[in-house]
């Protein structure tokens, strides 16, 4: 079977820095994939390469079944990209930067004015198509970026940093965009985030990247669950003697008795609250409150890199990055 994206040993030096290190990555066909990772991590720089912006020092790649280095404008007709950084023109209309993308592309008139159509009621902006984007909201260009990408038809989607510097409420507004592209229209997405919660709640597998390695691949749940540690605290008359008791069941890894409270390492914590409690309640006890605290792709992220993904970060200095972006254009 062939995949939707195929890499082998696929590098990017930029003079002594290797900026994507030997990566061998596939991703299958209606998949909607996450590359998860740090800034500098190398996540732009991958998906450049693949959609033939750069040309990779080392390795190669097949995307939609062509060749990244030998078949160039296969691979940029099949594909979509919303860039990082925006690339909108502001002072046209949404409709204008719809049309003047498709005429790169090559469409004729009838095909523009049909697929704008299109587009613009697959991410809900027809009823501002005409108003200078200028006058848009930040989630609103963002959804018409994504519109842009899909105004040829893409089977393949690239998403670099979709909800970058949105807020909570607009990032949760272009997630639904993204699934519904994934799910109704059948297109493989390959999104790049730094965020925890949009790789877990978006995406089918996440791949981890961290100095242009991929350390870590696999469903999020599978990820976490790897970690073997999710902790369930249960508030039990006679902790020290429920203790014992709970050393010598088998899927209770580690025990802890924390004042009146017994904190359980267990592997899938919500398939074992039950056992947990029955447990007690045979030995004619009650469990008097229960708490469960499950890994994040953070808690995985430190594990093995020993560091946490915004370490050298934070939210002002991602702040100070966006507005010192804005003033460079
Ligand atoms: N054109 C370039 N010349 C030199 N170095 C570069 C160039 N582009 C990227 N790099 C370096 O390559 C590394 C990877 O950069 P890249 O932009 O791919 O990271 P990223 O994971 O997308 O980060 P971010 O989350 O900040 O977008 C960084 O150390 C960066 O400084
Ligand atoms: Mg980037």
């Known amino acids: 079977m062939s995949h939707a994206i195929e890499t082998r040993n696929l590098t990017q030096k930029f003079g002594d820095l290797v900026a994507v290190n030997h990566v061998n990555l596939r991703i299958e066909k209606g998949e909607l994939f996450g590359l998860l990772g740090p800034n500098g991590a190398g996540k732009t720089t991958f998906i450049h390469m693949l959609?033939?912006?750069?040309?990779?020092?080392?390795?190669?790649?097949?995307?939609?079944?062509?060749?990244?280095?030998?078949?160039?404008?296969?691979?940029?007709?099949?594909?979509?990209?919303?860039?990082?950084d925006p690339s909108l023109d502001n002072r046209l209309t949404g409709r204008e930067n719809l049309d003047f993308h498709g005429r790169v592309y090559g469409m004729d008139k009838i095909q523009r004015e049909k697929r704008i159509d299109e587009v613009l009621k697959l991410v809900g902006l027809k009823e501002r198509a005409n108003a200078l984007v200028?006058?848009?909201?930040?989630?609103?260009?963002?959804?018409?970026?994504?519109?842009?990408?899909?105004?040829?038809r893409p089977k393949i989607m690239f998403l670099d940093e979709p909800t970058l510097g949105l807020d909570p409420q607009t990032r949760r507004n272009i997630w639904e965009h993204i699934q519904m592209l994934n799910k109704r229209e059948k297109i493989t997405i390959l999104l790049t985030t730094h965020y925890m919660d949009e790789a877990d709640?978006?995406?089918?597998?996440?791949?981890?990247?961290d100095h242009g390695r991929i350390i870590a691949l696999d469903k999020p749940e599978k990820l976490k669950d790897e970690l073997e540690g999710d902790i369930v605290s249960?508030?039990?008359?006679?902790?020290k003697k429920y203790a014992e008791?709970?050393?010598?069941?088998k899927y209770v890894k580690e025990v802890k008795v924390v004042g009146d409270q017994l904190h359980l390492t267990v592997t899938g914590g919500e398939k074992t609250i039950p056992k947990l409690m029955e447990i007690v309640r045979r030995r004619g006890n009650k469990v008097r409150s229960v708490g469960l605290r499950?890994?994040?792709?953070?808690?995985?992220?430190?594990?093995?890199?020993?560091?946490g993904i915004r370490e050298e970060e934070g939210g002002v200095k991602e702040q100070m990055r966006l507005r010192m972006r804005a003033h460079m254009r």
């Open 134 to 152: 200028e006058t848009y909201s930040s989630g609103m260009k963002r959804r018409l970026e994504i519109a842009r990408g899909l105004m040829h």
């Open 234 to 239: 249960l508030e039990v008359p006679q902790p």
């Open 245 to 249: 008791v709970f050393r010598g069941v």
């Open 201 to 209: 709640y978006l995406c089918d597998r996440v791949g981890i990247i």
């Open 294 to 307: 499950s890994p994040t792709l953070e808690d995985v992220f430190i594990s093995y890199t020993g560091r």
């Open 51 to 84: 959609c033939t912006i750069l040309p990779p020092t080392e390795g190669t790649a097949k995307v939609a079944g062509f060749d990244i280095r030998r078949n160039q404008d296969s691979v940029r007709a099949a594909i979509g990209i919303v860039f990082q």
